[in-house]
Nanobody, 123 residues
Framework: QVQLVESGGGLVQAGGSLRLSCAAS????????MGWYRQAPGNQRELVAT???????NYADSVRDRFTISGDNAKNTVYLQMNSLKPEDTAVYYC?????????????????WGKGTLVTVSS
């Protein structure tokens, strides 16, 4: 079992910055993928950014030049630095961990989600 705890959400004015943290604990596989997703009222949950074991990153086009995902392997923690925030960034932000492994000779994966942290950007 894996537990994910997000923190750092809050209220900020447009143009401001916020840093989210996600601390993972439990049975974390050596091969894993962590990422941030968000969901605004009335919208589908969407990918924000992902971080691979070797440090590779992927961003949604809408945040590519403003957000930075990073991690601390020793602390099993992933961060999301959000700069130049816009009202459109307002959403609940969720941390996700995907564990990769083998079962009966087949590659398998298991997703774990945090409870989310609310980010509100005022105009």
């Amino acid at each position: 079992q894996v537990q994910l705890v997000e923190s750092g959400g809050g209220l900020v004015q447009a143009g401001g910055s916020l840093r989210l943290s996600c601390a993972a604990s439990g049975s974390i596989a050596s091969s894993n993928l962590m990422g941030w997703y968000r969901q605004a009222p009335g919208n589908q949950r969407e990918l924000v950014a992902t971080l691979t074991n070797d440090g590779g990153t992927n961003y949604a086009d809408s945040v590519r030049d403003r957000f930075t995902i990073s991690g601390d392997n020793a602390k099993n923690t992933v961060y999301l630095q959000m700069n130049s925030l816009k009202p459109e960034d307002t959403a609940v932000y969720y941390c996700k961990l995907t564990n990769f492994g083998m079962l009966l000779g087949a590659r398998r994966s298991m997703d774990y989600w945090g409870k989310g942290t609310l980010v509100t950007v005022s105009s």
